[in-house]
């Protein structure tokens, strides 16, 4: 083949290879120094060598076709090879100071100053749903076309990994990919998770991983949740969820020392008691220096066959979360949206295929991406954050 031919498709196999993107860094691979070579030879077929970041890495079948499929809408179908290898020591390390972006290893990119919303969700007591919803808000603010982050920080009651598919058949989490000394999280549905469900190893062979259980004190849960802010590499993020443990304990207390710029939305069910509750998680959140930004009533009243609304759990719990928060406050604290009682968000969680995937013409899917809405659209607070703007 001439070589003005053979120069014309090498550089349209790199420019197509532009638009193949990492699964776990969603970042292109040309821009990770991923791919190594692209080779025609004198019949005009194609070898594209790449470089993937460790051995075994997880993602590296879907690679291997994406990169076999960019090349070949240049080179033609069936004519293009792909020959993986990995990076050397020196290669991950230029890697990971890329990816940081110069900034030191092992700090926590959503302190103050942080450009990214982190937003904490919250209840007093277990068993409102706190999870269920964060796993929906999730996904359904990535299906907006943010980029969204999920720390699940619920290390006693991790449940974050199968509300979003991301446990196999015996119940065990996918492992996060490390390179050196960063995290890279899974994905489910757009939005890149971490979880203490995600480095547990069952017990016995054969035993189910998300029955183990994690019993650890103060020190532990305050350096678990540092090291998920600092080693974990989510890229930029428009919004950063955390999924808080019930109460108002050390982690609560540690989200307020890690991330002060946090906002919280306190989730709750419409019984009285459930209400009084929740509202003592609002009140350390705000001692802590956080804003409280709204409250999401789960469990309410749904539909029944006669076309009545049916009220399991009572009414008026929200409504009166927010309004015992809002007292002495410069701005009310509002009700986000009441979700009522739902089989379709049960069985979404279950199949780990969130509502507002799964069936987003529910009730529940409505309220959820009602909250979401208001998240996405919410007004950002300057205080605390630096401006890189001169004055000249």
Known sequence: MPGADATAIEQGVRAALTGVIDPEIRKPITELDMVDSVA???????????RLTIVGCPASDRIERDVRQAAETVAGPGRADVLLTVMTPEQRQALTERLRGGRAARGNPFGPGTLTRVVAITSGKGGVGKSTITANLAVALAARGLTVGLVDADVHGFSIPGLLGLVDEHGTAARPTRVDDMILPPVAHGVKVISIGMFVEPTEPGGRASSVAVAWRGPMLHRTLNQFLTDVYFGDLDVLLVDLPPGTGDVAISLGQLLPNAEVVVVTTPQPAAADVAERSGVVARQTGQRIVGVVENMAGFAGPDGGVVELFGSGGGALVAERLSEGQPEPVPLLASVPL??????GGDAGTPVVVSAPDDPAARA?????????????????????????
């Open 368 to 392: 959820i991406e009602q909250v979401a809405e208001h998240l996405a659209n919410l007004p950002r607070s300057l205080a605390g954050r630096r401006l890189d703007v001169s004055v000249r």
């Open 342 to 347: 739902s089989i379709a968000l049960r069985q």
């Open 40 to 50: 025609v030879d004198d019949d005009g077929r194609v070898q594209v060598g790449i």
